[in-house]
C-alpha cells in the first residue's frame, strides 16, 4: 500500500518524509475528530528503509491530533504511531478516489 501510493505520486526514497507529513496534515484537516483512526491501527506496519523526519509543523499538528484522540480515551496505545498509520492509508485512499 505504500509503495504503491508512494509511486503513484511521485515520491522518492528520499522525499519520504515530505509526503507523509502533507498526508498528516490533510488526514487532520480532513478528518479533525480523527474517526478513522482506530486502534486497528496498531497491526498495520508499513516498510519504511529510512528513518521519517517531521518538520515543526507537522509535529504541531500530530500534537493537535494526540490532543483529540486522548481526550477521546486518555489510554489509546500508541496514539501517535496510529495517526501515522492512518495518514499513510489516508494518502494511498486520496489516490484510488481520483482526489489530490
Same mark, same amino acid.
Given at each position: 500500500?505504500?509503495? !504503491?501510493?508512494?509511486? *503513484?505520486?511521485?515520491? /522518492?526514497?528520499?522525499?519520504? $518524509? *515530505?509526503?507523509?507529513?502533507?498526508?498528516? !496534515?490533510?488526514?487532520?484537516?480532513?478528518?479533525?475528530?480523527?474517526? $478513522?483512526?482506530?486502534?486497528?491501527?496498531?497491526?498495520?506496519?508499513?516498510?519504511?528503509?529510512?528513518?521519517?523526519?517531521?518538520?515543526?509543523?507537522?509535529?504541531?499538528?500530530?500534537? %493537535?491530533?494526540? *490532543? =483529540?484522540?486522548? =481526550? %477521546?480515551?486518555?489510554?489509546?496505545?500508541? !496514539? #501517535? $504511531?496510529?495517526?501515522? &498509520? #492512518?495518514?499513510?492509508?489516508?494518502?494511498?485512499? &486520496? /489516490?484510488?478516489?481520483? #482526489? $489530490?
Amino acid at each position: 500500500m505504500l509503495k !504503491a501510493a508512494l509511486k *503513484r505520486d511521485g515520491v /522518492g526514497e528520499r522525499h519520504v $518524509s *515530505r509526503w507523509l507529513c502533507r498526508q498528516i !496534515a490533510d488526514l487532520l484537516e480532513k478528518d479533525p475528530a480523527l474517526i $478513522s483512526v482506530g486502534r486497528g491501527e496498531a497491526v498495520t506496519t508499513f516498510p519504511l528503509r529510512r528513518n521519517i523526519t517531521i518538520d515543526t509543523e507537522t509535529d504541531a499538528v500530530l500534537d %493537535q491530533g494526540l *490532543r =483529540v484522540l486522548l =481526550v %477521546q480515551d486518555p489510554r489509546f496505545p500508541g !496514539a #501517535a $504511531s496510529a495517526i501515522v &498509520r #492512518a495518514a499513510i492509508k489516508h494518502g494511498f485512499r &486520496r /489516490g484510488e478516489l481520483g #482526489a $489530490s
